[in-house]
């Protein structure tokens, strides 16, 4: 037998349930891992939200003391530097300016050049301007390009008198130069990028009013889906913080491995259903095998033997009959003497199939018994309808007119027939059914051949 090449159906059902079921469960933990994700996501854009804003926050506060001190102080420029060092020891400032009528006159820390911008105006800009429109607060601005520093960020603060923010009490400016993006160190955004998340920093515009993107760690767009942007309003502006995480879901080790895991069991199921099912299949084969005559493909000797008994103990139950016919091939010897052993075998092929048209009910069944003898076993059946079926077989292999030159008896293949027929009852054995269809046989074979015998079967004492 030749293994299957065939899928059968109940593998290909359940390798569909199987692959339904685990990509279900890939799912269902795919989206679960991907919560979690956003939920920690979330909970880092809080915490590094409210970082930024108290980062900044301070140091704006810082500038706006600065700005107190200078009120009380507006007459002695050198008392600056006094109070200046409060913000310029700060790691993220770059300098503070002293602006009188909007004039830089002092520079903290000085050198660095920072002698250039003494002299110059802090409205060239529209730096002061934007001050006055904060009334009062600090006014914050840029990012800007400033080499070598690099990009610089400006808290401006009015420095008013008598607590009225008009042109006329307003005795000059603080200003503070950030460096950017050092000025957010306190909030260590780097932690994004550890728990494997990209973030990029916003600020609205005050004039457009559109979102300004000043800072990001990539240089690419994000996953706009899977964005989480929290809003933080820092003094005059409005900031926003922007996160999405690096990789996709497919981008995971471990979700990936999850889904070649449930191909892989799919098919492992599928596999062994299939397997299954052709050692079910092989199994069914070598049974038939060793029940089948492999020659005819009717029943073997061995099936009688096994099965006989237990039909006449069925049959005795329901109170029913039972008919067993011999068929014998006359001068099959001299056939094969005559023909070959192939034609031979080809002769019994046609008498079994012939048989077997004839005996067209069920639970008849057809056995090669010897060489050249056949059983019929028909359940059920009573005298009267054993001489009709036999009377068929007689014709119906008449009429296949094998030719059988030598034969003694016609110049066709012919059988002789030999039938038992009678009520079953407990003590009747199949043994007794096949003795007296012998007997019949032999009467049948004495009377010519080509013909049939019946004897009844009792009660075997």
């Known amino acids: 037998m030749t293994r299957s090449s065939k899928i059968s159906g109940k593998a290909v059902i359940a390798f569909l349930a199987a692959l339904a079921v685990c990509s279900v469960f890939n799912i269902v933990t795919i989206t679960y891992r991907t919560g979690i994700q956003k939920l920690h996501m979330e909970q880092l854009v809080e915490d590094k939200s409210m970082r930024i804003s108290a980062a900044l926050t301070m140091l704006l506060n810082k500038t706006q003391t600065v700005a107190a001190f200078v009120v009380q102080h507006r007459d002695n420029a050198a008392d600056f530097d006094q109070i200046a060092y409060l913000l310029a020891d700060e790691p993220a400032v770059l300098n503070v300016i002293l602006a009188p009528k909007g004039i830089i006159s002092a520079v903290y820390p000085p050198g660095g050049g920072s002698e250039a911008l003494v002299g110059t105006s802090l409205f060239k800009n529209g730096v002061a301007a934007g001050a006055m429109d904060a009334s009062g607060g600090v006014f914050m601005d840029g990012p800007f390009d400033t080499p070598p ?32 993006p050092e000025v957010l160190d306190a909030a260590d955004l780097a932690a994004f990028r550890a728990q494997g998340f990209d973030y990029e920093i916003c600020r609205l515009d005050p004039v457009s009013a559109e979102k300004q993107v000043i800072y990001r760690n990539i240089e690419h767009a994000f996953y706009d889906n899977r964005i989480i942007e929290k809003e933080m309003h820092i003094l005059n502006a409005d900031w926003f913080l922007r996160v999405s995480p690096v990789v996709t879901w497919y981008s995971h080790p471990e979700n990936v491995a999850l889904v070649l895991a449930g191909i892989l069991i799919s098919f492992l199921i599928l596999f062994l259903v299939q397997n299954n099912a052709e050692l079910k299949q092989m199994s069914v084969y070598f049974e038939n095998m060793s029940t089948t005559d492999t020659l005819t493909n009717v029943y073997n000797r061995r099936y ?50 012939v048989l077997g048209q004839t005996l067209k009910r069920d639970n008849d069944f057809i056995v090669r018994y010897s060489g050249k003898e056949f059983i019929a076993v028909l359940p059920n059946t009573d005298a009267v309808g054993a001489n009709i079926m036999a009377e068929k077989i007689l014709k119906n292999i008449r009429d296949c007119n094998i030719s059988h030159e030598k034969s003694d008896i016609a110049n066709r293949v012919t059988v002789s027939i030999g039938v038992a027929a009678g009520k079953a009852n407990y003590q009747t054995l199949g043994e007794d059914y096949i003795k007296r269809a012998g007997e019949a046989l032999e009467i049948a074979k004495q009377n010519g051949h080509d013909r049939y015998a019946l004897l009844a079967i009792g009660v075997i004492a």
Request: proline share 1%; hydrophobic share 40%; charged share 25%.
């Open 149 to 180: 520093d690099g990009q610089t960020l400006t808290g401006t603060m009015p420095v008013i008198l008598d607590g009225l923010a008009d042109d006329s009490n307003i005795w000059g400016y603080v200003s503070v130069t950030f460096r950017f």
């Open 304 to 353: 009688l033997d096994e099965n006989i008994d237990r039909l006449v103990k069925s049959i005795a139950r329901s109170d029913s009959v039972l008919a067993l016919m011999r068929i014998d091939l006359d001068s099959f010897k001299i056939y094969n003497d005559t023909y070959g052993h192939n034609k031979g075998d080809s002769c019994l092929k046609i008498i079994a199939k």
